[in-house]
Structures are given as structure tokens and as C-alpha cells.
């Protein structure tokens, strides 16, 4: 009787692990989409149904974060667990170490095939992380690809397909599906007719964006024959504009989050629940029975998910270094639900990036504006200031200024605070073995800005 027990158990086990009653998943991921420009997150200008959709019957994260505001950074650790200066890929470009990408693989583990179409992993980083299926597809044609591989599958096993949008990614189309002069901008904006319409062009990609997302979802739904499978839309960081990606304010690291699971997650509902990109994949583990690795930094958030909880994390850690020879400035910070820190380590040197030194159309096109309003406006002056040059302590009191608009580094009323969330990041840094490691020199304020220097390299050339 106690053999007959043990091969039943090794059964019961076997099936729950390889057996199909492990769940299909999709997860779509966007590339540069900021939380606040999409209609699930107050903002009715932009159409995003299918997003509507998804938060009418799963459930939306108010506080869901990345680890690095960068493409690479961010999908190294999505697909490791672990925290930039763990994983390796501390700045944009910069190669992971291989053996950390072990997500896809501990999927594989359980019994699961994995697919991946588009920009999952960042550039030729997928190699290494054992996809079964990779496949490059450019913006609207992700939807015939994925058709084309599910309409040839053979595989039984559970699927867990992978759909990475290059949108938002600049450049953005040229293509204008909203009235430029109607649009709301973000009050850190400096408002000229060519960033309305740039901002117009950044909008249309988003709303194409989530009509991909919506075929994905139909193909899913017609292959599986039901809805019985979780799918996950969230973003790799905020889009690229000023103050956005590659900056740790909320506007690049606080990213959309819905999960939709019929049966499982229910419909309509919200959390306030802090969670992380590394959080992702151990979260999967523990749906579908699997072992989440020891010694990563990610842990799961299951109990969220499903309903049993409103809670996950106390403090939020978000870094970036730097990106070639465009934004050399490293930054750390700390979150909790309230204030936010944020520590500028190159304070003597500008921020910077693509947008304000390459000026491209669909991209940063609209800077020269910018400069040409601030000869004129002090606000616009006070913006550009703003953005080049950063204090080394910033302090947020989200509560009062979600936006992050005034700096309490000075205010002796939250000085405890301060130091206590200075600590934080010490602390945090020296387990992480974060020496902010730096392949190229930041531009100093006490010379050009780097756009200039880019003007001067450019005209040598």
C-alpha cells in the first residue's frame, strides 16, 4: 500500500508538473510606455480598448516598476531575477552575463515550450536565454508572424508566448491620429507646436500598439479555444522623453501592469501592491508549481494576483548608468509608498541623452524648440535648467507631489527621512556589489553640452 501511495504521488506529481493543466500564458510586452499615457491609467486622450479591455476583466497594478529605465537593463533583469549590477548589464548595450538569463529555461524546466516574437530580450541578448521559437517581427507584423507559428505548432506541451512591440520606440510614425493642438503634455514639458506633435506621433504608436496587442489576444484566444490563459501587457520603462526613460522619477520607471487569468484573477480590480520586473518570472513559478531559483533578487507575487493579498514590497531599488556615449549618468534610488530618493552621482555633470543631443525627427525633433522658447520664457529656461543639471540629492514627497515637482532635499522637516533612505541605498548598493562601474567619462557642466559636442564630431567628420 505504501509503494501503490509513492507511484500515485510520483504520478499526480508528474502531471502537475508536464500535464496540460498547467496554463497557456502570453505575455506583451511594450517597448517605451509610460504608465500615464494610456486610458486604463486616467488618461482618456489616448485610445487604448484593448488595455480598457484587459482591465475590465483582469486585474491593473498602480505600482508596478522596473528595475533600470533602459531596454537592455531592463529585459536582462526580467529574464535573470536579478538587479543590473548582478546580471551584468548595467548600462544599455551592455551584455548580461549569460548564465543569468536562466528564466525561459527554468520554464522549460516545468514543461513548458517557450516562444518569443519581436523585442523580447534586448538585441542579440535572446540567444542565450533558450527560446524555442525566436523571431524578430517589426512593429504591425507581429500578429502575422505569431499566426503563422501557431497555425504549424505540433508541440502539446503548455505555451508560454512572448510578443515584444518595438512600440513606442522612436523614431514614431509620421502618421497623426490626434489633433496636436487637443492634447494634454505632461506640465515638465515645454509646450511648442513641434512637441505637440511629436507627442501626437508618440500617442498613435501607442494606440497602434494596443491594436497589435488586440490580434495577439484574438490569435490566443482562437488556438486555445477559449480564454483559459493568463495574459500579462506591461512595458520595459517610461517613453523617451524628458524626465522619462533613462531618469529613476516615476515617469521611467512606473510602467502599465495588467493581468488578466479568467477564473483565477478577478475582473475589474486594482491593486496598490508594489512589485518589480524581477518579480515577473518567480511570480510564474509559483502559479504553475515551479521552484523559483534560490539567490535571485525577484520574488513572487502570486498572493497579489490572485486576490489574497494587497501587498508585496516595502521599498523599490531602481538604477541606471549610462547608455554609449549618450546618457552617461549613473543614478540610484530608493522608493517606498510615500517618498522617494533619488541620488545623482555625477551631480557636477550633465544629464543627458538621445533625445537632446541627436534631435532627430520622431525622436528628439522637437529640442531646438525648446531652446528657442527658453531665449524668451524663464519656465522654459527653468525646464531645460532642470533637465541638464540635477542636484546630487533629490527628495519626493509622493503623497503631496506624485509628479515629483519639488525638491525636499533641504526641507530640515524630513531630514530623518532623508537619512534613513540615504542608508537605504548604501546599504543596498554594497549588497548588490553596485561600484557604479563606468566605461566612458560623463560630460562635466563646466563644458559643452553634449549636443554640442555631438555638433562638433559631427562637422569633423
Known amino acids: 500500500m505504501r509503494m501503490y501511495t509513492k507511484i500515485l504521488f510520483a504520478l499526480v506529481y508528474v502531471s502537475s508538473v508536464f500535464g496540460a493543466d498547467k496554463p497557456n500564458i502570453v505575455i506583451y510586452l511594450a517597448d517605451d510606455h509610460g504608465r ?49 549590477a548582478r546580471n551584468g548589464a548595467e548600462e544599455n548595450h551592455q551584455h548580461p552575463r549569460p548564465e543569468t538569463q536562466i528564466m525561459v529555461k527554468q520554464l522549460q524546466a516545468v514543461g513548458y515550450e517557450v516562444a518569443a516574437f519581436g523585442k523580447v530580450a534586448h538585441g542579440k541578448f535572446g540567444t542565450v536565454c533558450g527560446f524555442d521559437h525566436m523571431e524578430d517581427a517589426k512593429r504591425e507584423k507581429i500578429a502575422e508572424k505569431v499566426k503563422k507559428y501557431l ?110 487569468w479568467p477564473g483565477h484573477v478577478s475582473a475589474g480590480a486594482r491593486t496598490e501592491a508594489m512589485i518589480s520586473w524581477i518579480d515577473i518570472f518567480p511570480t510564474l513559478f509559483d502559479l504553475v508549481g515551479g521552484t523559483v531559483p534560490a539567490g535571485i533578487d525577484g520574488k513572487s507575487f502570486a498572493d497579489v494576483l ?13 538604477t541606471t548608468t549610462a547608455d554609449g556615449v549618450m546618457n552617461i549618468y549613473p543614478i540610484r534610488s530608493v522608493r517606498t509608498e510615500r517618498f522617494k530618493y533619488i541620488r545623482n552621482i555625477n551631480a557636477d555633470c550633465y544629464h543627458s541623452n538621445h533625445s537632446d543631443i541627436l534631435r532627430k525627427d520622431g525622436a528628439g ?88 559636442v555631438q555638433q562638433k564630431t559631427q562637422k569633423r567628420k
Open 36 to 84: 500615464a499615457e494610456s486610458s486604463v491609467y486616467g488618461n482618456s486622450e489616448v485610445r487604448t480598448s484593448m488595455m480598457a479591455s484587459l482591465a475590465k476583466d483582469g486585474l491593473v497594478f498602480e505600482n508596478a516598476f522596473v528595475a533600470s529605465p533602459a531596454c537592455g537593463p531592463s529585459r536582462s533583469a526580467l529574464l535573470s531575477g536579478l538587479m543590473p
Open 151 to 260: 497555425d504549424h505548432r505540433t508541440s502539446k506541451k503548455p505555451l508560454c508566448l512572448m510578443v515584444g512591440d518595438h512600440r513606442p520606440h522612436v523614431p514614431w510614425t509620421k502618421q497623426m491620429d490626434y489633433d496636436p493642438a487637443k492634447l494634454t503634455l505632461p506640465p515638465w514639458f515645454v509646450d511648442t507646436p513641434e512637441t505637440r506633435e511629436h507627442w501626437g506621433r508618440y500617442l498613435t504608436e501607442i494606440a497602434g500598439m494596443d491594436a497589435e496587442m488586440a490580434k495577439i489576444d484574438a490569435l490566443a484566444r482562437n488556438y486555445f479555444g477559449n480564454d483559459d490563459y493568463l495574459f500579462m501587457y506591461t512595458a520595459d520603462h517610461g517613453g523617451q522623453w524628458p524626465f522619462g526613460k533613462w531618469n529613476l522619477y516615476d515617469s521611467g520607471i512606473n510602467v502599465p501592469m495588467i493581468v488578466r
Open 306 to 318: 490572485l486576490g489574497k493579498s494587497d501587498h508585496h514590497r516595502d521599498l523599490i531599488y531602481t
Open 365 to 452: 525633433g522637437y529640442w531646438d524648440s525648446w531652446d528657442a522658447a527658453a531665449k524668451k520664457d524663464p519656465k522654459a529656461k527653468a525646464i531645460i535648467a532642470k533637465y541638464y543639471q540635477r542636484p546630487a540629492i533629490e527628495f519626493f514627497d509622493l503623497e503631496k507631489d506624485p509628479n515629483e515637482q519639488v525638491n525636499l532635499a533641504g526641507n530640515p522637516e524630513y531630514k530623518k527621512q532623508i537619512e534613513k533612505m540615504a542608508g537605504m541605498v548604501d546599504e543596498w548598493m554594497k549588497k548588490q556589489g553596485d561600484t557604479v562601474q563606468m566605461q566612458r567619462d560623463p560630460y562635466p557642466l563646466s563644458g559643452p553640452t553634449p549636443h554640442e
